[in-house]
């Protein structure tokens, strides 16, 4: 018998699960706030700083949430900790509809970065990888790809509610629909089977080869940060720069929303391709691509060209978290595997907070994305380096686990 006929098929409904489940609630509270921007500049007369902050509040608190629930879920199970999360999460969002001050905001989205986005994405994420015993690049790239569905499709949808009922309605409507999606999806998770006497001893030698976990994760840290620096650029402020050149704001969020829905398949393909040729190498790869293509989004003026330079974008940009996943499953021992991605994660969203608030504060200053998208690419590179360094940290080790 096979080591894939060996795994259980519920495997796969946990995968669906925590696909729709990261699609909602990472869309919400990672990049949701995207579609925002301009109304509540026009509305409230915020700056774009301001305003990106309630972005940044939310993913600070999801960034300290997941390395408090990430362990939570290890000891008290996936199901309780998710279905937590996401009631918090829809209340939130709820509760944002009534507020009147900006700090209100920057408190609410803070509590449903910690208590709800934060008791989500790390345990989802964990249990995923831990219902594999092999093809987890796969199963991890097919949950991530349900993110950047919703990445993609939160803002569109939030575009058509707030002209449909304004800013208060589309944040009420929005907290309704997640508590109505949410609850039932987080009560399909469950905790994995035993492990078989073959799967025990294959854990067994992945704890006696992994690299010293201190290591992975303290240049994975670094690296993340970088990269998600770079990444969440584009991802708050492609919509405002869009309409910036005089297009309309459901016009700009159907550019992110099919750039987005390519990225539905570049995970696919990343998680593919770190099962063939590693995860390192794999996330190398989405990098670089995401890199080279992040500050030519300032050249572009035409609607039609923001689409075709958004999707080719949007398909290495989609292998970026799939690596990073990935790689920490692959160099880290499974008895240490949630705590490492508790950590690292909580640096990849201190990287998306800093790039979004960076990008509206940049805009600010000077008039233009131009300095943004040139802080993107600079954060591109760096991680680049911090990256590669791990990957030839990790040859030696590999080779000799080979032979």
């Not at 006696?208 to 708050?236: D, G, K, Q, W, Y």
């Not at 080279?292 to 609607?303: C, D, P, S, W």
């Not at 990935?326 to 240490?336: A, D, G, V, Y």
């Not at 608030?357 to 943004?372: H, K, M, R, V």
């Amino acid at each position: 018998m096979s080591k894939v006929s060996q795994q259980p098929t519920y495997r796969w409904v946990i995968v669906s699960a925590s696909a729709l489940i990261l699609a909602i609630s990472m869309g919400a509270i990672v990049n949701g706030i995207s579609a925002f921007i301009v109304p509540m500049q026009d509305t409230f007369g915020w700056q774009r700083g301001d305003v990106a902050l309630i972005n940044f509040s939310g993913i600070m608190g999801l960034a300290f949430g997941g390395l408090v629930m990430g362990p939570l879920a290890d000891r008290r199970g996936t199901r309780p900790v998710v279905l937590f999360g996401v009631i918090i999460l829809g209340l939130c969002y709820l509760a944002a509809s009534f507020v009147t001050m900006l700090w209100q905001l920057y408190l609410l989205f803070f509590l449903a970065g910690f208590f709800g986005a934060g008791a989500i994405f790390s345990p989802v994420m964990a249990a995923v990888g831990n219902w594999f015993y092999v093809g987890a690049g796969m199963a991890i790239g097919i949950v991530t790809a349900g993110q950047a569905l919703g990445q993609g499709g939160v803002p569109f949808a939030s575009s058509l509610l707030i002209e449909e009922f304004g800013i208060d309605g589309a944040l009420r409507t929005t907290g309704v629909i997640m508590l109505i999606s949410l609850i039932p999806l987080a009560l399909l998770l469950r905790q994995p089977p035993a492990l078989n006497v073959e799967q025990s001893k294959a854990k067994a030698v992945e704890e006696e080869t992994a690299l010293p976990t201190n290591v992975v994760v303290f240049r994975m840290s670094a690296a993340i940060i970088l990269c998600c620096i770079c990444m969440s650029v584009p991802l708050i402020h492609l919509v405002p720069l869009i309409q910036d050149r005089g297009f309309a704001p459901e016009e700009a969020s159907s550019v992110i929303f099919a750039m987005l829905l390519v990225a539905i398949l570049g995970r696919l393909v990343f998680g593919k391709l770190a099962d063939i040729i590693g995860a390192l190498p794999a996330y190398m790869t989405a990098t670089a691509w995401m890199t080279l293509m992040v500050f030519g989004f300032t050249y572009i003026e035409k609607l039609q060209s923001f689409y075709i330079y958004a999707v080719v974008y949007g398909f290495g940009y989609a292998g970026v978290m799939t690596g990073v996943l990935t790689s920490i499953r692959e160099l880290t021992p499974p008895s240490r595997r949630a705590s490492a991605l508790g950590i690292v994660v909580m640096f990849g969203w201190f990287g998306h907070a800093i790039g979004g608030y960076q990008g509206g504060a940049l805009y600010d200053i000077t008039g233009n994305y131009t300095a943004a998208y040139a802080a993107a690419l600079a954060a591109g590179i760096l991680n680049l380096i911090v990256v590669s360094s791990l990957w030839r940290k990790t040859r030696g080790p590999r080779q000799l686990v080979l032979q």
